[in-house]
């Protein structure tokens, strides 16, 4: 991947940090959004430095356009005007709530992180990408079987960047550029330290073929294949990452 540029939403931490410092390991020059955490940033940054890549860190809300944008022009500014390679990562699942507690801004506030984030991005990058291009997008195993409980909003949102996911790549293949996501089960990450109970994940591990949880680096590794050109007859797909909990 020498000389690509690549984005990375939600790039500082868990697997959004594996990812960018993965794309920076092959090569590419890595533009690391985030949202929250500076100092997570800031170490990622400092961890692709330290290995000898290229790398700087964008502030922004990606369910805000004018985020994106600035998210664009800065990587543009920074390393040239073509991106080969977007992976939306940000998301999240932002709490539980069954049915009767799921008020309407919560519904909404879901699918704007998970769903629209995406569209956004993609629809701001895609005119910096030519020919080779690749994107990855993030959904979920949930988008599978429904989440656990509480996580319907979380779970329609996965699943509206699956179908998404498999539109563009209709949409963009003609034009040289490849749509696919990743769907990872119960990976080790802060996302399951926040909102799933220590006993569910051990119930979970035990029921897994492989008798544990996923880590972020395996998911990046998936990434970073998907983003390359040994991928390049791979258009449309939603690879499943998840030990064997869930077939497809």
Request: hydrophobic content about 45%; some cysteine; overall charge neutral.
């Amino acid at each position: 991947m020498k000389g690509k540029i690549a984005i990375v939403t939600g790039g500082a931490r868990d697997i959004g940090r594996q990812v960018s410092l993965k794309l920076a390991a092959a090569g590419a020059k890595v533009c690391v959004n985030y949202f929250e955490n500076k100092e997570m940033a800031d170490e990622t940054i400092k961890l692709i430095k330290e290995a000898g890549g290229e790398a700087i860190a964008v502030h922004g809300d990606m369910t805000k356009a004018a985020d994106v944008n600035n998210l664009v022009s800065e990587c543009v500014k920074s390393f040239g005007n073509e991106i080969h390679i977007l992976i939306n990562v940000a998301g999240g699942l932002m709490g539980r709530k069954l049915l009767p507690d799921l008020d309407e801004a919560f519904w909404d506030s879901v699918m704007d992180v998970n769903l629209k984030s995406v569209y956004l991005v993609s629809r701001a990058v895609v005119a910096h990408m030519n020919n080779g291009g690749a994107i990855v997008n993030f959904s979920s195993q949930a988008a599978r079987d429904g989440g656990g409980g509480g996580s319907s909003a979380y779970a329609a949102a996965k699943g509206g960047v699956l179908t998404f996911t498999r539109a563009m790549a209709k949409e963009l293949g003609p034009k040289g550029i490849r749509v696919n996501c990743v769907s990872p089960g119960m990976i080790n990450t802060t996302f399951h330290n926040t909102f799933t109970k220590p006993e569910v994940r051990v119930n979970v591990a035990a029921a897994t073929p492989l008798r544990r949880e996923g880590k972020s680096e395996e998911v990046g590794n998936l990434v970073l294949f998907l983003a390359s050109d040994a991928a390049s007859f791979i258009n449309g797909e939603s690879v499943e990452i998840n030990g064997g909990t869930y077939f497809v």
